[in-house]
């Protein structure tokens, strides 16, 4: 059963950095491209960033280009978000999600119970 645990979120004023971290079990790691989704209150789950298996293969949404990198640890079976000069357009939950989707469908895939990031001043 897959199972993904994140963690890290909080409260942050715009301009400040916080790093998420989602803890994988239940699969195989390794082999799976991993993925951050968003998801802002009213608003439908949005696409934040994807990393295939082997780090090569690294896509943003146009939003959080420049300010967020993705990365994983293979060896933890961790995914990593590091977000810098948060926006307050930044404050959702934030979701890992386990697999290969369309934007469209990232809804479908596996994900833990996320983490809530505020921005706010």
């Known amino acids: 059963e897959v199972h993904l645990m994140e963690s890290g979120g909080g409260l942050v004023l715009p301009g400040g950095s916080l790093k998420l971290s989602c803890v994988a079990s239940g699969f195989l790691f390794v082999s799976y491209n991993m993925n951050w989704v968003r998801q802002a209150p009213g608003k439908e789950l949005e696409w934040v960033s994807t990393?295939?298996?082997?780090?090569?293969?690294?896509y943003y949404a146009d939003s959080v280009k420049g300010r967020f990198t993705i990365s994983r640890d293979n060896d933890k079976n961790t995914l990593y978000l590091q977000m810098n000069n948060l926006k307050i357009e930044d404050t959702a939950v934030y979701y890992c999600a386990a697999g290969s989707a369309t934007k469209a469908q990232m809804s479908s895939l596996p994900r833990g119970q996320g983490t809530q990031v505020t921005v706010s001043s």
């Open positions: 990393i295939n298996s082997g780090s090569n293969r690294i």
